[in-house]
């Protein structure tokens, strides 16, 4: 199989199994990198498969490396010229001709014209008159400032109503305000008062006593309310009890005697009186017996003569009425005054509401007639042509404003959009007016305009393009089959009934050329040896692998046996090829002498200098070489005690916290009998430090960290270590 051009390749990697990493890089036909290497996206429709795309440039075979762990696969495409698109450059032309504004032309070929109008009333015909754009712009600030900050979707109407409903406001709608001024009070009621305010002002003092003469002739409740007249009544009432009326109403010969007390006592007084004893003429003895002769009964008299003998009835009757009197001057004194004061609060209470009432009937009630005199004054209709700018009214203007076409500063809106119907009134068949817009759309019974002039409208050049679009559509009918003329587009593209052509010419349409392209490509049969089209070339998944060059084997049989031959490891040194990698040895100086320690401590080793080369690093191992070890100790065998790490850090950065491990030493390593020197070991470890030594050019420090040895000491003699680089 073949690949062309300038023809976007879709990379595909049957992994198996989800959640791989599938790095790849693409090489071009002259072995070079083509662009940045990437990473496969696994498909999310078949598990296992990887998937990626490149475009090549240039015909050849180009390879796909893929990195899967540490597996690498090649995968060779080869591509060719593109036949269509070499062979066709004119298809490229008609491609870039049909852009799409053009292409929305064509889609809108079929829309009926007066659709279209709209439109264009707004779009390209307002471009055409910059002085008619300008003025639609001022007009438009002019609207902006007339409707001012906060205006939302306000409208005359709006307002119209608003002014309305001011002027038939009611009651309610006026005592809703929390906050309201009457201006004039007369007429003005109040439910539940009477008729009108000036009606108040005639209350008098003697009518409201004789309001309150008749609220203390009500019948005190059960329950009056605490220290009020009615309780304080009520309680003196409570208090005079049956008892206290029946001394004061029992007859006075019920009493008995006061035994030596002020009735023996008067008797005493009266027995001396004889009967000859004359009354004294006009005296108090004379006004008493008349008013016993003329005013008691003989029973009474008989009463009052048994007085004298009466025990305490004088004296009960007087202690009885002492209190009856004392009580009734307790509500002299203090209950009717307190009533009074009362009364007297509610009459200044009253007083105080006929004050308010007056204020109201005075101030208020007159403002808000003056207001709402103000506000419904403002709403009739200015003069004609009015150039007063105080009230709204003057911005609306009057029916009978002239229209105005111009934007200026005494004009109503009215006159203005008076102006703006004029200036969109239709204008007549085939007019050559150039003043209004309406001019330039023109009208739907202008002639077809086919050349550009200064005189017709839009409609008119509207017309003349699509009827020379209608003639432009009769040529796209399919030509005859195998037609070789080759004048319009049809020509070219050709009929489905077109005999396939694997040989390019001058007189055979793209479907031809097509149906030759399907029929090079075409699948051949497994390991055919046919040669004639590219897909014999490519050949067939089926095919053998072909390890010897030859003449009829098949691109496909030739990879089988790359990739055969290609092995994992051989795929490892074309990566090192690709990127020219280089790998060298660099070793510190030697120190002569290095005692390892029998107490934990910090041991230091030559430092390693990279040399001033550029490239990128990447992969660094550290390695140690000691040409002689002693045990300089007697007590018995030594060696290594317990694991340990050499480290290295770069020269600039700080122990504990920039340094890696470098070798890992093993416990009881460098066994070394008791006073014995032996021949020294080279090792290197397997810990890839490339993280630290990160740039050429550098210095970087090495050593034991906590060297612990079972004796004291273990002797290095001749010390040098080494890092082995690998670099690009």
């Known amino acids: 199989m073949t690949f062309k ?32 290497a990437g990473t496969l996206t696994e498909s999310s429709v078949y598990t296992g498969l990887y998937e990626g795309v490149f475009t090549p440039d240039v015909a050849g075979f180009w390879t796909v490396c893929l990195l899967v762990g540490t597996t690498v696969y090649a995968m060779v495409y080869p591509v060719e010229v593109g036949l269509i698109v070499d062979a066709n450059t004119d298809i490229e032309t008609l491609i870039a001709r049909l852009t799409a504004v053009r292409a929305g032309y064509l889609d809108n070929l079929d829309v009926a014209v007066s659709s279209r109008l709209a439109a264009s009333t707004y779009t390209a015909e307002r471009g055409t008159d910059n002085a008619m754009l300008a003025a639609n712009g001022a007009l438009e600030a002019t609207l902006t400032a007339m409707k001012g900050a906060g205006w939302s979707n306000e409208t005359l109407k709006a307002i119209k109503d608003a002014i309305t409903a001011l ?88 009493r008995a005697p006061e035994a030596g007390g002020n009735v ?7 027995d001396i009186i004889g009967a000859s004893v004359a009354l004294e003429t006009g005296g108090k003895l004379a006004t008493i017996d008349g008013h016993i002769t003329a005013d008691y009964t003989a029973t009474e008299k008989a009463a009052i003569d048994l007085l004298d003998d009466a025990a305490g009835g004088l004296a009960d009757i007087h202690t009885d009425l002492g209190t009856a009197i004392t009580a009734i001057g307790d509500v002299h004194a203090t209950d009717l005054p307190a009533a009074k004061t009362v009364i007297d609060d509610i009459h200044a209470d009253v007083g105080t509401a006929i004050t308010a009432i007056g204020d109201m009937h005075a101030t208020d ?35 009978t404003d002239t229209a105005v076409m111009v934007v200026g500063t005494t004009k109503s809106i009215i006159a203005y959009v008076k102006g703006i119907i004029t200036m969109l009134t239709k204008p007549a068949a085939d007019s050559t007016n150039n003043v209004y817009i309406a001019d330039v759309v023109g009208s739907k019974d202008d002639a077809a305009q086919t050349t ?25 009918n399919v030509p005859a089959q195998d037609a070789t003329t080759n004048t319009l587009e049809r020509d070219v593209d050709g009929n489905k009934l077109d ?94 002498v290095i005692d390892l320690p029998a107490s934990a401590t910090d041991t230091d080793l030559p430092s390693i200098v990279l040399p001033n080369i550029s490239g990128t690093i990447v992969s660094v191992r550290i390695g140690i070489k000691v040409r002689m070890m002693e045990n300089t100790s007697a007590s018995g065998a ?66 034991f960290e906590n060297a612990l040895v079972d004796y004291a000491s273990l002797r290095l003699n001749d010390v040098q270590v080494f890092a082995i680089v690998t670099w690009y």
């Open 264 to 270: 023996a006592a008067i008797k005493a007084k009266t």
């Open 452 to 476: 550009v002039g200064t005189t017709r409208s839009l409609m008119g050049y509207l017309k003349g393009v699509l009827n020379q679009l209608a003639t432009a559509i009769s040529g796209q």
């Open 365 to 399: 009630l007159p403002d808000l007639h003056t207001d709402v005199g103000t506000a419904i004054s403002g709403q009739n209709v200015p003069a004609a042509d009015s150039t007063a700018n105080t009230l709204e009214r003057d911005v609306d203007g009057n029916k």
């Open 5 to 36: 051009i300038r023809t976007e390749i879709k990379i595909k990697y049957n992994h198996g199994s989800t959640g791989a990493t599938v790095h790849y890089q693409v090489i071009d036909e002259s072995g070079g990198l083509f662009g940045a």
């Open 638 to 703: 030594n060696a290594i005690n317990g694991a340990q790490d050499i480290r290295i850090k770069k020269s600039t950065g700080a122990w504990g916290t920039d340094d890696v491990a470098a070798i890992n030493l093993a416990d009881n390593q460098w066994g070394v009998a008791a006073s014995t020197r032996e021949g020294g070991d080279v090792q290197v470890g397997d810990n890839d430090v490339a993280s630290e030594v990160d740039a050429l050019n550098a210095t970087y420090n090495l050593r």
């Open 499 to 592: 005999t396939a052509v694997m040989a390019v010419g001058t007189t055979k349409s793209i479907v031809a050329y097509v149906k030759g392209i399907i029929t090079m490509l075409t699948l051949p049969a497994a390991d055919s040896t046919n040669n004639v089209y590219p897909a014999d070339v490519d050949g067939n998944k089926t095919d053998a692998a072909q390890q010897t060059v030859g003449t009829t084997r098949s691109i496909m049989a030739y990879v089988k046996a790359l990739l055969t031959n290609l092995t994992s490891t051989r795929a490892g040194y074309l990566d090192r090829l690709a990127n020219n990698q280089v790998n060298r040895t660099f070793f510190s100086d030697v120190d002569d």
């Open 167 to 254: 002027e038939n406001l009611s009651a309610a709608g006026v005592w809703a305000y929390a906050t309201r001024s009457l201006t004039d009070k007369a007429g003005f009621t109040i439910s539940g008062t009477k008729t009108t305010l000036d009606a108040l002002n005639d209350v008098s003092q003697a009518q409201v006593n004789t309001q309150v003469d008749g609220a203390l002739d009500t019948a005190i409740p059960g329950s009056p309310t605490a220290d009020s007249v009615n309780e304080r009544v009520k309680t003196l009432d409570d208090n005079f009890t049956t008892t206290i009326a029946g001394r004061i109403d029992a007859a006075i010969s019920t």
